[in-house]
């Protein structure tokens, strides 16, 4: 495909990749190398500025703000009774009996910690250390903890061989976090994290996207999928009026476990 001739999502996919490698960008440099004019760059950067994925600067544009979060052991010690609503209701999607993938994360872990407590003779799949060490507590569980390259922020593995070996499973449910969730579905801060969801997603029966509220209406670094893609959102507050409609008219759940 002549570059002359890429689609605006094209254009975008590409601006994008350009900017998380070098962490900014110039028009000028963009507009040479997609061979397109630079007002068509300057468009395609308030676009992607408004959508929250890039920020705008003088000529050029930098990588979005919110492209990290704490830790996992700092962000398991906020929202803590959110966290909890969150991995009780979640559990409550899972079936005795059923496969269930669960990847890394703080509110992950606690859907994890219900499941536990109150669900028998399950068999999880997972990448996360935290979420295979307090599923293994459970005797009749059976846990399979995916290989990969240990990312010491998460405590989970990732990478090509992470992703590799979860796409050699089938589950009946696949349980998965995200650094944020707006109307263009969830995404995430970490690359590689992002890429061992979608795979779990692609080896699901159906998917429960697990998110505190405080995730609502942005975006980070990568996008993980379409709310399309999701059967089920847990969460702990309405979303604001807007992010509901989109996520209902996704056919997407929304399940809303609030302390009341």
């Known amino acids: 495909m002549e570059q002359s001739r890429l689609s605006k999502k094209e254009r975008h996919e590409l601006i994008l990749s350009e900017v998380r490698r070098s962490a900014s960008i110039r028009v000028s440099r963009l507009a040479l190398r997609l061979g397109v004019a630079g007002e068509t760059i300057r468009r395609d950067l308030v676009e992607l500025g408004d959508a929250g994925l890039l920020n705008r600067t003088y000529g050029g544009a930098t990588i979005s703000l919110v492209t990290s979060e704490p830790v996992i052991a700092e962000r398991s010690q906020t929202m803590i009774e959110e966290r909890a609503r969150i991995g009780r209701g979640a559990a409550g999607l899972v079936e005795k009996g059923h496969i269930v993938m669960i990847d890394g994360g703080s509110t992950t872990y606690?859907?994890?910690?219900?499941?536990?407590?109150?669900?028998?003779?399950?068999?999880?799949?997972?990448?996360?250390?935290?979420?295979?060490?307090?599923?293994?507590?459970?005797?009749?569980?059976?846990?399979?903890?995916?290989?990969?390259?240990?990312?010491?922020?998460?405590?989970?593995?990732?990478?090509?061989?992470?992703?590799?070996?979860?796409r050699r499973y089938n589950a009946d449910i696949a349980i998965i976090g995200a650094s944020s969730l707006s109307a263009d579905g969830p995404s995430d801060t970490i690359s590689g994290a992002a890429a061992v969801k979608r795979a779990m997603i692609s080896r699901?029966?159906?998917?429960?996207?697990?998110?505190?509220?405080?995730k609502f209406g942005r975006n980070s670094l990568e996008r993980i999928c379409a709310l399309g893609a999701l059967s089920d959102i847990v969460t702990d507050r309405e979303p604001q009026p807007a992010l509901r409609a989109v996520i209902e008219a996704a056919g997407t759940e929304l399940h809303v476990c609030s302390g009341d």
């Open 110 to 166: 606690e859907v994890a910690r219900s499941l536990s407590q109150v669900k028998r003779e399950l068999t999880i799949i997972t990448n996360s250390i935290g979420v295979a060490s307090v599923a293994g507590a459970n005797p009749s569980f059976r846990v399979i903890l995916c290989p990969g390259t240990y990312d010491s922020r998460e405590a989970s593995v990732v990478g090509e061989d992470t992703v590799e070996f979860v």
């Open 204 to 214: 699901a029966l159906s998917t429960a996207l697990v998110v505190t509220n405080d």
